[in-house]
């Protein structure tokens, strides 16, 4: 290969495996966890059939990596944002939501929600990974919160925890698969800045104390 000035030049080594992964990202999410090839990934990547191996046992270990890489790299930076988060829970919380919307909502990695729904039946060990990394992580990192808003008084002291970790994070895994789904039939696009305000407003008037 080439650079601009008609040297040649040899790609990294070490930039492989995030070339295998951006390709097999858009392929899984565009065709699917079966239908998806591992030398369908390779040719996508510009690699040879067998390089993927060099780095990944088989193409379950490159979904996991696509997990960890998208959705598990940006809750561990909301929950670090929230372990330094000071100030009213409910405004931390509206924080976080944006900052999900940022990073996730409008980025390629979206898709990977819709996936492992799609998948989830089919490959009962990937969904196991998936509950366990990414949809037990999400649930403590609201509980934390929402103990926390209960301790300071700020949030009901009624609370049951686990059906309204349930019942605050669905509208957001909603707007992630309507996206990847009937969107596309929608006349006008969501807002989902003006989407997640009134998540936001509807969860905090049922959590917020009366006092």
């Known amino acids: 290969m080439q650079n601009q000035n008609g040297t040649r030049w040899h790609r ?12 097999a990202q858009i392929l899984f999410i565009e065709h699917g966890y079966k239908a998806t090839k591992l030398e369908d990934i390779a040719r996508a990547a510009g690699v040879t059939k067998g390089t993927p191996y060099l780095y990944f046992e088989n193409k379950a270990e490159i979904l996991k990596a696509v997990v960890r890489n998208g959705l598990l790299a940006n809750i561990t930076r909301l929950e670090a944002a929230a372990e330094n988060g000071a100030g009213p829970v409910a405004a931390q919380m509206r924080l976080l939501m944006q900052r999900w919307n940022e990073d996730v909502q409008a980025s390629q990695s979206s898709g990977l929600v819709k996936l492992m729904v799609a998948e989830a ?36 002291a009624d609370l049951d925890l686990d059906e309204t970790v349930q019942i605050a994070l669905a509208p957001l895994v909603m707007a992630l698969l309507w996206e990847h789904s009937f969107a596309r039939f929608e006349a006008e696009p969501i807002d989902m800045v003006r ?4 998540i936001h407003d509807l969860l905090t008037r049922g959590l917020c104390s009366r006092g």
Do not use: M, W
């Open 121 to 156: 039946c089919n490959f009962p060990d990937l969904a196991r990974f998936y509950y366990d990394e990414v949809i037990q992580r999400a649930r403590a990192l609201l509980r934390t919160l929402l103990k926390r808003g209960i301790a300071s008084g700020e949030f009901r």
């Open 12 to 23: 990294r080594k070490d930039a492989r495996p995030d070339e295998i992964l951006a390709a």
């Open 195 to 198: 989407h997640i305000d009134h």
